[in-house]
Antibody, heavy 120, light 115 residues
Framework: QVKLVESGGGVVQSGRSLRLSCEAS????????MHWVRQAPGRGLEWLAV????????YYADSVKGRFTISRDNAKNTLYLQMSDLRAEDTAVYYC?????????????WGQGTLLTVSS | QALVTQPSSLSASLGASASLTCTLR?????????IYWYQQKPGSPPQYLLR?????????GSGVPSRFSGSKDASANAGILLISGLQSDDEGDYYC?????????FGGGTKLTVL
């Protein structure tokens, strides 16, 4: 059974940096692309980034390009999102999601999410 | 103009069918895109329903009932999620997703109310 557990959220001041983690289990982590998606309070889903199974390729939404970095450690079955220069508009629930193949395919399983609040 | 547009809300009666649309921006052709659909209920993460590009290129999510199906309306340049035999448990937000220019894009979501 696919299990994705995000951590690292909380309250952070604007301008600071933070790293989110997502621990995966129940499937061959190294065989799947992985995504980060967020959802601001009362708003829709916003895709942020995807990384290929081998970490060779990454793609980002324009809204976070240059500020957020997705990475992974296949030995630890863990996905990361490094976020810098955080702003109030980054306040959201952050989900990690599994891609349905090794590359950039769409999300097919999701974690429960971790809430990030950026305070000014 | 947004890349992908969904109506913000839709109401339909219990036992009836509901068609949720995902309209692509003018200049893009829906025929070349795989469209993915997700359901989200309050306080829960999204759940994958299905993807549809054509009748020969489609996939149902694991455990997703056949009441949920995908199609396209080329004249409207839209992907469609059809839910037949509506149940009260189908209430929630529905999102479409496409891959465009090396990025995934969600539609704004449709809130489905079952009357």
């Amino acid at each position: 059974q696919v299990k994705l557990v995000e951590s690292g959220g909380g309250v952070v001041q604007s301008g600071r940096s933070l790293r989110l983690s997502c621990e995966a289990s129940g499937f061959p982590f190294g065989g799947h692309g992985m995504h980060w998606v967020r959802q601001a309070p009362g708003r829709g889903l916003e895709w942020l980034a995807v990384i290929w199974s081998d970490g060779i390729l990454e793609y980002y939404a324009d809204s976070v390009k240059g500020r957020f970095t997705i990475s992974r450690d296949n030995a630890k079955n863990t996905l990361y999102l490094q976020m810098s220069d955080l702003r109030a508009e980054d306040t959201a629930v952050y989900y990690c999601a599994r891609g349905d193949d090794a590359q950039s395919s769409a999300c097919d399983s999701w974690g429960q999410g971790t809430l990030l609040t950026v305070s000014s | 103009q947004a890349l992908v547009t969904q109506p913000s809300s839709l109401s339909a009666s219990l036992g009836a069918s509901a068609s949720l649309t995902c309209t692509l921006r003018s200049g893009l052709s829906v025929s070349v895109y795989r469209i993915y659909w997700y359901q989200q209920k309050p306080g829960s993460p999204p759940q994958y329903l299905l993807r549809y590009k054509s009748d020969s290129d489609k996939q149902q999510g694991s455990g997703v009932p056949s009441r949920f199906s995908g199609s396209k309306d080329a004249s409207a340049n839209a992907g469609i999620l059809l839910i037949s035999g509506l149940q009260s448990d189908d209430e929630g937000d529905y999102y479409c997703l496409i891959w465009h220019n090396n990025a995934w894009m969600f539609g704004g979501g449709t809130k489905l109310t079952v009357l």
